[in-house]
T-cell receptor, first 111, second 116 residues
Framework: QKEVEQNSGPLSVPEGAIASLNCTYS??????FFWYRQYSGKSPELIMS????GDKEDGRFTAQLNKASQYVSLLIRDSQPSDSATYLC???????????FGTGTRLKVLA | GAVVSQHPSWVICKSGTSVKIECRSL??????MFWYRQFPKQSLMLMAT?????????EQGVEKDKFLINHASLTLSTLTVTSAHPEDSSFYIC????????????FGPGTRLTVT
């Protein structure tokens, strides 16, 4: 059973701090990984995709991928209250275009 | 770019009736569209994958005769919930994969269905 695991949280961080969200996966063949943000009552919004080992930065967001250890993380620098949401980790199921989603981590940024 | 719309954004219907939800890619052609369902405080559950011009592929446990999916063009897919019942009340979200992109999926805003 291919799985994507995330701590459900909530993860609480003070405004301005770095929020670190982690995700582990079981399928060693997976090559494509995605982070989505979902506000309550809304649909997911793509933050970033990452395909290669290492870091990928986009503004305040940095995705980190370590295929050997089978984890992918998302760092949010200078966290803002508006970043409070559920963050979903997803991987593309090998051989298809389908995603496998984690259950999400709820982030609370405290003003 | 990569904007996906859904219509309606919310709908209330009576038990036994059918409801059609439209998903459109507005600024790109979508080779593949996906339909998800999300219950409160749960993660997304993939219902089916649809490719333009071919039959949808349903996930295990999803009734294809109840959830009819049509992907008639590269910019439009529809989900029809037939003979809706209260247990079908949920948040239905579509996503689309752009034709020439990598594997990123772009989500529509979702449709909240309430069956009374």
């Amino acid at each position: 059973q291919k799985e994507v695991e995330q701590n459900s949280g909530p993860l609480s961080v003070p405004e301005g701090a770095i929020a670190s969200l982690n995700c582990t996966y079981s399928d060693r063949v997976s090559q494509s990984f995605f982070w989505y943000r979902q506000y309550s009552g809304k649909s997911p919004e793509l933050i970033m995709s990452i395909y290669s080992n290492g870091d990928k930065e986009d503004g305040r967001f940095t995705a980190q991928l370590n295929k050997a250890s089978q984890y992918v993380s998302l760092l949010i620098r200078d966290s803002q209250p508006s970043d409070s949401a559920t963050y979903l980790c997803a991987l593309k199921n090998s051989g298809t275009y389908k995603y496998i989603f984690g259950t999400g981590t709820r982030l609370k940024v405290l003003a | 770019g990569a904007v996906v719309s859904q219509h309606p954004s919310w709908v209330i219907c009576k038990s036994g009736t059918s409801v059609k939800i439209e998903c459109r890619s507005l600024d790109f052609q979508a080779t593949t569209m996906f339909w998800y369902r999300q219950f409160p405080k749960q993660s997304l559950m993939l219902m089916a994958t649809s490719n333009e011009g071919s039959k949808a592929t349903y996930e295990q446990g999803v009734e294809k005769d109840k959830f009819l999916i049509n992907h008639a063009s590269l910019t439009l897919s529809t989900l029809t919930v037939t003979s809706a019942h209260p247990e079908d009340s949920s948040f239905y979200i579509c996503s689309a994969r752009a034709q020439l992109s990598s594997y990123e999926q772009y989500f529509g805003p979702g449709t909240r269905l309430t069956v009374t």
